[in-house]
Nanobody, 121 residues
Framework: VQLVESGGGSVQAGGSPELSCTAS????????MGWFRQAPGKAREKVAE????????YITDSVKGRFTISQDNSKNTVYLQMNSLNTEDTAMYYC???????????????WGQGTQVTVSS
């Protein structure tokens, strides 16, 4: 399964870009798709994840109320709508896909190349 992200770039604080990630195919071990991000000098963190048939499984506290994850199963695509961006949202954003693991975070068998989001004040 290949994941291709798009939608990153440079935005002003307060902006509302949308990231998208399209999987080359659907498999049982890629049913859960999510977004991670890694800022310079920081560890990679999970932003949000959503699963086919299960809905939104996770949104990190720092983006609740500002970011929305959604998916279009017909297109094998997951979206991350980001609103009210601030400079702390600057990071490389990665799409990941993996199996649903009930009671646990989704697996991450597949990763995209990442798309940079840079927020300027």
């Amino acid at each position: 399964v290949q994941l291709v992200e798009s939608g990153g770039g440079s935005v002003q604080a307060g902006g509302s870009p949308e990231l998208s990630c399209t999987a080359s195919r659907y498999t049982y071990d890629s049913a859960c798709m999510g977004w991670f991000r890694q800022a310079p000098g920081k560890a990679r963190e999970k932003v949000a994840e959503i699963a086919n048939g299960a809905g939104i499984l996770y949104i990190t506290d720092s983006v609740k109320g500002r970011f929305t994850i959604s998916q279009d199963n017909s297109k094998n695509t997951v979206y991350l709508q980001m609103n009210s961006l601030n400079t702390e949202d600057t990071a490389m954003y990665y799409c990941a896909a993996g199996p649903v693991q009930f009671g646990k975070p989704c697996g991450t068998n597949y990763w995209g190349q990442g798309t940079q989001v840079t927020v300027s004040s």
